[in-house]
């Protein structure tokens, strides 16, 4: 009884077969795909990489077109560009250059025969440097004006010598002659010092001091001559002539003094009142104890009273 019942609860060989064809039948189902689903990862990749490749490519061509272009606008060379061409030791540059910026170099020049010209919008400023970046020299051109700023300002000649030199302590002139033709002439707030002070031959000299004093001192001598004119000094108070170790002369065909006052006659002898008036035509120069100058006629006595001496 037991070995039948085992041998009736053991499956059939028909009944195996067909479980593993089942089984088969699935997995073969689940291996095989939809048929309208299609799985190709790598494509939007190659695609992306294609087109950024394309991109890529039509920058640079872009790029490159626009370098050739400008290369060719500004006209790059191995030499330079354009009119400009740098060789060892500088550069040389042919026409107008406009500088956006400062200009820093040790020598400009222009070439043999031509002139060179520099102009700036506002001001050109010009400026040297000591060892430790001060500014120590600057010439500034602007603004209707020309200033220059240094220690010493010096003209010179093709020869070296000095024209003209200025400087904290004094200003000379080395020039043979010094002009001034301005209407006003020149106005000097201090002392000028000069061996020869003169005038054009068809104008006149004249030397004013509108509210000080006029002094003309020289250690040796003094002369004033006028070869075609007359010489006058008019002041509003007192002319002096002082000489501390000579004397003051003055030399002429006529030394004339006018409008000096005379003092009642006292005659030495009577005489009639037509020689009288005919004597008076000629006077006496009295000198008062004060040094004042006064007449007398020419038959009296140098007496003065104190209206004509104070």
């Known amino acids: 009884m037991v070995a039948e019942e085992s041998s009736s609860c053991e499956p059939s060989a028909k009944w195996k077969e067909n479980l593993k064809r089942a089984i088969h039948t699935t997995k073969a189902s689940e291996d095989v795909p939809p048929p309208n689903v299609v799985w190709n990862f ?27 272009w400008m290369m060719r606008s500004m006209r790059f060379s191995l030499d330079g560009i354009g009119d400009l061409r740098i060789f060892q030791g500088g550069m ?77 302590k004094e200003v ?22 000069t061996s020869l002070l003169r005038s054009i031959s068809t104008k006149d000299l004249r030397l004013e001091s509108l509210t000080r004093t006029v002094r003309v001192l020289a250690s040796q001598g003094i002369r004033l001559d006028s070869r075609a004119g007359d010489i006058n000094a008019n002041a509003w108070n007192d002319i002096k002539f002082v000489s501390t170790g000579g004397s003051v002369r003055f030399e002429g ?46 038959d009296s006595f140098c007496i003065g009273d104190s209206t004509v001496c104070n």
Not at 48 to 64: D, K
């Open 42 to 68: 790598g494509t939007w990749r190659r695609k992306a990489l294609y087109g950024i490749i394309t991109i890529l490519v039509i920058f640079t061509t872009i790029n490159l077109s626009l370098t050739l």
């Open 253 to 298: 065909a006529s030394v004339m003094f006018q409008q000096l006052r005379t003092v009642v006659p006292i005659l030495k002898s009577p005489i009639s009142s037509a020689s009288q008036t005919r004597t008076h035509q000629v006077f006496q120069v009295c000198v008062c104890s004060n040094g004042k100058l006064f007449l007398a006629a020419a």
């Open 92 to 168: 040389h540059l042919k026409g107008d250059a406009a500088f956006l910026n400062g200009l820093r170099t040790s020598k400009l020049t222009s070439p043999r025969k031509k002139s060179i010209r520099i102009e700036s919008g506002q001001n050109f400023t010009v400026a040297t440097r000591d060892s430790n970046g001060r500014v120590i020299n600057e010439m500034n051109l602007g603004d209707g004006r020309f200033d220059v700023s240094a220690k010493e300002f010096r003209i010179t000649n093709s020869k070296k010598e000095v024209v003209f030199l200025a400087n904290q």
């Open 172 to 193: 000379v002139v080395g020039a043979e002659v010094l002009r001034v033709t301005g209407q006003g002439g020149a106005v000097f707030d201090g002392s000028i010092q």
